[in-house]
C-alpha cells in the first residue's frame, strides 16, 4: 500500500454520500482536502469533523467558468492536486423516454457529463505538467446496463466510462493513473434526489435488502488511490451481494 499522507484529493460534490465519505476516508489516511459543493452550509457541516487541512468552495460543476476560476485561483499550496475524485453526479425521474422532463435531463446531462470534463480538462493539465496524479471516477453499474426508465441517466454513465477509458488512453506515456469505481445500489440521497424528494418513494428502492453504503464506495476508492505508482486500478464494479445486475435485487418477503 502507497502511503497517502499529505497528498492533495479533490473531491467534487463532497457535502453528503459518496464524496463525503470520501473525504471521510482520505481524511483518515492523512491527506490534505479540496472539497467542494453547491451547498457550503451542507459542505461545512460534513467536513466539520475533519482534523486534516481543508480547503472548501462553494461549486456549481456545471458552471464552466466558475470551474476554471476556482481551480486557477487556489492558493499555492493548493495547486498540486495529486488526486481528483469526480463524484458530483445525480440521477432525475424515471420516465420513459416520450415522457421525459427535459429539465431533468439537462441536469443530468450537464452534471454527469459536461460538469465531469470541465474539472477533469482543468485538473488534469496541471497533472501532466507535474508528471503525477490519478483521476477517479466515480461511475455506476447504469453505465454497463440499461434498464427501463434510465435511458438518459443510464446515457449519461455510459458517457463516464467512456470519457475515462477515452483518457486512460489520451494520457498514454504519462505517469497518470486513471480509475473508475462503478457501484450499484448505494444508500445515500441518490433516490431522494431522483424522486425529487418523495421519501416513500425513495425508501422502496432500498425496501427488504441491504444496500451499499457510502462507506463501502470510499474504501473501493482509497483503495484505487493507495495501489503502488506502477499499479493501476482500470475498473471496480461493485454490488451489494443481494444485487446480481440493475434490475435483479434478491429482496426480503413480508410475512
Known amino acids: 500500500m502507497e502511503s497517502l499522507k499529505n497528498r492533495i484529493v479533490f473531491i467534487t460534490g463532497a457535502s453528503s454520500g459518496i464524496g463525503a465519505a470520501c473525504a471521510r476516508a482520505f481524511a483518515a489516511a492523512g491527506c490534505r482536502l479540496i472539497l467542494c459543493a453547491r ?3 451542507r459542505l461545512k457541516k460534513a467536513s466539520g469533523r475533519l482534523t486534516v487541512p481543508l480547503y472548501l468552495a462553494e461549486l456549481d460543476v456545471r458552471d ?5 476560476d476556482m481551480l486557477r485561483s487556489l492558493p499555492e499550496e493548493w495547486q498540486a492536486i495529486d488526486i481528483l475524485v469526480n463524484n458530483a453526479g445525480l440521477a432525475r425521474g424515471l420516465a420513459g423516454l416520450p415522457d421525459g422532463d427535459l429539465q431533468d435531463w439537462e ?5 454527469n457529463i459536461k460538469g465531469l470534463l470541465y474539472v477533469s480538462k482543468e485538473v488534469v493539465a496541471g497533472m501532466i505538467a507535474r508528471k503525477s496524479g490519478h483521476v477517479i471516477n466515480i461511475g455506476s453499474i447504469a453505465g454497463h446496463e440499461v434498464y427501463p426508465g434510465g435511458n438518459v441517466y ?3 454513465k455510459h458517457a463516464v466510462d467512456a470519457i475515462t477509458k477515452g483518457l486512460r488512453m ?5 505517469p497518470i493513473r486513471i480509475s473508475t469505481v462503478d457501484p450499484g445500489l448505494v444508500e445515500t ?6 424522486f425529487h424528494g418523495d421519501r416513500e418513494r425513495a425508501a422502496k428502492v432500498y425496501e427488504g435488502m441491504q444496500p451499499l453504503t457510502g462507506d ?3 474504501d473501493a476508492v482509497v483503495y484505487c488511490a493507495s495501489r503502488p505508482p506502477h499499479v493501476q486500478i482500470a475498473q471496480l464494479i461493485i454490488l ?5 445486475s440493475s434490475t435483479m435485487v434478491a429482496r426480503a418477503r413480508e410475512d
Open 64 to 68: 464552466q467558468p466558475a470551474v476554471v
Open 189 to 194: 440521497e441518490f433516490s431522494m434526489v431522483r
Open 170 to 174: 489520451d494520457l498514454l506515456g504519462a
Open 39 to 41: 451547498r457550503m452550509d
Open 216 to 218: 463501502d464506495i470510499a
Open 107 to 111: 441536469e443530468m446531462i450537464d452534471t
Open 240 to 244: 451489494p451481494t443481494a444485487q446480481r
Open 154 to 156: 443510464c446515457a449519461t
